[in-house]
């Protein structure tokens, strides 16, 4: 769904994935909201919230999670940086090209 009103990205979610992502509306702080969709990770059904920050798009994946892990980790894969993180049940990863300071910066937007 491309929209950048998170009233109309977060009901698309219903019946697509069997949990409700936290849908938040960052435009004030630099990093509107795109769209979502959902992909299809390591055979899991996920939602993906799209944003950009600047020229750099970042795609917010969001989970069931199995295991806890509230403290964010910061690595690389294939040239992207990545963030991951737990809040409850539901485990996130923030992927971007944007500079790993710039991404952590975006995930205490999307944390707090």
Partial sequence: VVS???HA???WFAGRVDFSPKVKDLADRGSPLTGGR???VS???VAVLAYMHGRHEVDLFVWVAS???PAVTMG???GYHVARW???DL???AVSDMEEVELRAFVDLVRN
């Fill in 9 to 11: 990205v977060k009901p």
């Fill in 43 to 45: 055979g899991r059904r």
């Fill in 67 to 69: 295991a806890p892990a």
């Fill in 86 to 88: 737990t809040e409850g």
């Fill in 4 to 6: 950048s009103d998170r």
């Fill in 38 to 40: 959902v992909d299809d």
């Fill in 91 to 93: 485990g996130y990863a």
């Fill in 76 to 78: 690389v894969s294939r």
